[in-house]
């Protein structure tokens, strides 16, 4: 007998099943990634310029860590999903238990290594003096925390794969709401200093994932804990699926290494400062199309376990309209106001004239940088839409290509191009790789078009 799960992903038409699912999910990415916009505000407003740019510089390697959990999590997600299509309820449920245990080990054993190595890392960086303690005391709260706080990043995939989108949506606002109000205790109230950033964070996190993993423990949802069974193939399977979103996230971390370190040696922490301005707003952006196309992959991996080749069209369709929409309506927001919106991160140190001034210059930089950055989301949806589709289906070869190419080879390779342009090249890096992205995901979409459908059809 079929289960709701089954019924919600195989029966429901597939627009209704695109907005009870793409809607919640993306106003679900977008209040959980709000916990970053909030850091970069209450940092930068209240605790200044120096201690946004340590952030800036310490947040990649945080962001490392997150990303293997995230391997692990989405990466579970498709062949649980395509497993639970296929009515195979034991192999989804091995999946699942496997993934949790090898998310926390995974978890402590970062945590130690970036707290053993964040002062080194961030001299490795060109940071120095105050910013460097700054940078390092941030890394290492997170360090800390790691091992009972990524989990909150695969929980999220399982709720959705449970049918709870609703439920996924209401967490990831009730985590960010949370993390606002230890953010205005700690450091507003208390007066505390940037440790207690990254400190509000991760408590958010933590609290987050013990509500969200806790009917999983008392048996309470379709996916169930059982006695792993690991070996190679399951692992391998897991890490083959989650490494297109994997090695976006990791590549791109080591490109913002790569860029912050450029920017520090080539315009100071002014340039470090409007980097982290683009690179929150980019945070505000993404995970609405990563919330649209990711909350899919679900349905998506069924209807394609189950062989239905038409209901696995037209939902990837909506993918790349939805993604379209929000990213063009994106771009015309961040080109109109781009001194607006970074005004949100960047204050005046004081009243004195000589501060004013440098401000007002930080602020022209922000400006003309933002304006070059909103180009980038005219093209940046084609890419997004064809890497996730790709993902859904397991078809990881491709996936990967795009994800990689998108966060560290194409970046890098315009980054040489680009030199003799300074921080222009830079800032124009982004809609330049965004392009090259979607002409290549285009090709690939149009060479492999008779294989990405399962063959037959109920």
């Given amino acids: 007998m079929a289960t709701d799960n089954n019924v919600f992903y195989g029966k429901t038409p597939p627009l ?7 809607l919640p999910g993306a106003i679900g990415m977008l209040a959980s990634s709000l916990y970053g916009l909030f850091d970069g505000i209450f940092v930068g407003q209240v605790l200044g310029q120096t201690a946004f740019a340590a952030v800036n510089l310490a947040f990649p390697f945080v962001a490392i860590n997150f990303s293997l959990a995230d391997l692990i999590g989405v990466g579970s997600a498709v062949p649980i999903s395509i497993a639970l299509g296929r009515r195979d309820e034991r192999a989804a449920n091995n999946y699942f238990t496997c993934a949790c245990i090898a998310i926390v080990v995974l978890g ?11 002062p080194a890392l961030m001299a490795m960086m060109g940071a120095e003096g105050e910013l460097a303690e700054f940078a390092t005391a941030y890394l ?19 709720l959705r794969i449970c049918g709870k989108i609703k439920t996924s949506m209401v967490l990831n606002i009730a985590m960010s ?5 230890f953010e205005l205790l700690f450091l507003v109230v208390f007066k505390w200093g940037i440790w207690a950033s990254a400190f509000a964070t991760c408590l958010g996190l933590i609290l987050a994932a013990a509500v969200a993993m806790a009917p999983f423990f008392f048996g309470k949802r379709q996916l169930k804990f059982c006695k792993p069974k690991f070996n190679i193939k399951i692992m391998s399977k897991m890490v083959a699926a989650g490494a297109p979103n994997f090695l976006s996230n990791i590549a791109g971390r080591l490109t913002a290494i790569v860029f912050n370190a450029v920017l520090l040696a080539m315009g100071g922490e002014d340039a470090v400062t409007v980097y982290g301005v683009i690179m929150y707003v980019n945070d505000i952006v993404q995970p609405l199309l990563y919330g649209v196309c990711d909350s899919l992959q679900p349905a998506i991996g069924y209807n394609y376990g189950a062989a239905q080749p038409m209901r696995v069209k037209k939902l990837t369709i909506y993918i790349f309209i939805a993604g379209a929409v929000i990213s063009l309506i994106a771009a015309v927001i961040i080109f109109v106001l781009p001194t607006q919106i970074s005004s949100l991160f960047l204050s005046p140190q004081s009243a004195d004239p000589a501060d004013m001034q440098n401000y007002a210059n930080l602020m022209e930089m922000a400006g003309f940088a933002m304006r070059l950055f909103s180009l980038t989301f005219l093209t940046r949806w084609f890419g997004f839409a064809a890497q996730s589709y790709l993902t859904a289906i397991n078809k990881s070869f491709f996936a990967s290509v795009l994800s990689t190419a998108n966060a ?5 390779i315009f980054l040489g191009i680009l030199w003799p342009l300074q921080l222009t090249g830079i800032w124009l890096n982004f809609a330049l790789t965004a392009a090259a992205v979607a002409i290549a995901a285009a090709v690939i979409l149009i060479a492999q078009r008779k294989k990405l459908l399962p063959k037959t059809e109920d």
């Fill in 16 to 22: 209704k099943l695109f907005f009870l699912v793409a």
């Fill in 108 to 118: 402590a054993a970062m945590g130690l290594i970036m707290w053993f190595s964040a």
């Fill in 140 to 158: 290492r709260v997170y360090a800390a925390c790691s091992p009972v706080c990524t989990i909150v990043f695969a929980a999220d995939n399982y």
């Fill in 177 to 181: 709401a949370g993390i606002l109000l």
């Fill in 408 to 412: 560290l080879i194409l970046p890098m």
